[in-house]
């Protein structure tokens, strides 16, 4: 039972936060990098190093990104072009932090 829960919760978090980060401007931009994930807004830039961040867990949507005191931010899956881009990154992403991942 606990696991159901588990599961409908952290479908409800992936989809609030993807949509909350969408909500936040348009265009954007996240570009994942050796030094970490920079989100760009059309009025702002938010840089987050690979130290900030200790955990990604995947959902079906985006790649989410926790620190020490919870979710920093998303990498949305709807920007990814092909099953490459997305095979890449996830093995990138592997190589850089510990988590749950698809696939």
Do not use: C
Request: no cysteine.
């Amino acid at each position: 039972m606990g696991g159901v829960i588990w599961s409908v919760l952290w479908r409800l978090l992936a989809h609030y936060s993807v949509k909350n980060l969408r909500a936040k401007g348009d265009p954007q931009q996240i570009i994942v990098t050796e030094e970490g994930v920079e989100r760009v807004l059309r009025d702002a830039r938010v840089k987050h190093s690979w130290t900030a961040i200790s955990r990604i867990e995947e959902s079906p949507w985006a790649f989410m990104l926790f620190g020490s005191s919870g979710l920093i931010t998303g990498i949305e899956k709807s920007g990814i072009t092909s099953e490459t881009e997305l095979q890449t990154l996830r093995s990138f992403l592997r190589n850089k932090k510990p988590g749950k991942y698809l696939g």
